[in-house]
């Protein structure tokens, strides 16, 4: 535990640190500005200015799926630099021990991992073309697609980090509104354009041409 001599006082920085982490859970879960102020016994503007000074950007809540990736932990290092709500990054391996599971295991992994998916305003999916465009029917909002391939991809796929950052930046200079839904503005038809015009670097080595889906 950590303390610190202020004046006459002796500070506790874990207790400081347990307060405010209790503060924005509150604010997270839906409390206002004023009720967590009442609730932690602090000032409302203390409240205001604990967020103002950890805002690391604003908008709507976005969330990222990619497989099979190569480079997962460059591509998780970018969503975490752009403080993205929720990251799902997979290898052809870890797709492989995920898709080994008995079938209904399977199926009920896919239908909770779209129920979380649903309460995203935009998905950014690094997929190949026929997932991306499945992806989209099922969860009927805003879906930006980064094709990697066309399917069946089983082969793990290098993503160009940069082309990436100027997506998400391109995304989150769309200033999302909430609820999700709203029509979006410019700025993220401008990202779709983006992932629309990029390519994998190079062909996936071992692709076979199939009518199968991946």
Do not use: C
């Not at 610190?4 to 006082?9: P, S």
């Not at 205001?48 to 950890?54: A, D, F, K, N, P």
């Amino acid at each position: 535990m950590r303390f610190y001599r202020v004046g006459d006082k002796v500070v506790s920085l874990d207790k400081i640190t347990d307060a405010v982490k209790a503060i924005l859970e509150d604010r997270e879960a839906g409390a206002t500005q004023e009720e967590v102020a009442n609730v932690h016994d602090v000032q409302r503007t203390f409240v205001s200015v604990l967020e103002s000074v950890g805002e690391v950007r604003r908008g709507g809540r976005i969330a990222l799926v990619g497989f099979p990736i190569a480079n997962a932990d460059e591509v998780r290092a970018v969503t975490d630099a752009h403080a993205l709500d929720f990251t799902l990054v997979m290898s052809q391996s870890e797709r492989e021990s995920i898709e080994g599971g008995s079938a209904a295991g399977v199926f009920n992994q896919l239908l909770e991992t779209l129920a979380i998916l649903r309460d995203y305003d935009v998905l950014v999916l690094l997929a190949s073309d026929w997932r991306i465009k499945t992806i989209e029917k099922i969860l009927g909002k805003e879906v930006v697609g980064m094709p990697i391939g066309h399917s069946p991809i089983r082969e793990d796929v290098d993503i160009d980090i940069h082309e990436l950052d100027r997506l998400l930046a391109a995304i989150e200079g769309a200033r999302i509104e909430q609820p999700r839904r709203r029509r979006v503005g410019s700025a993220l038809r401008e990202a779709a354009d983006i992932a629309g015009r990029w390519k994998p670097s190079g062909e996936t080595k071992g692709r076979r041409k199939s009518s199968k889906k991946s």
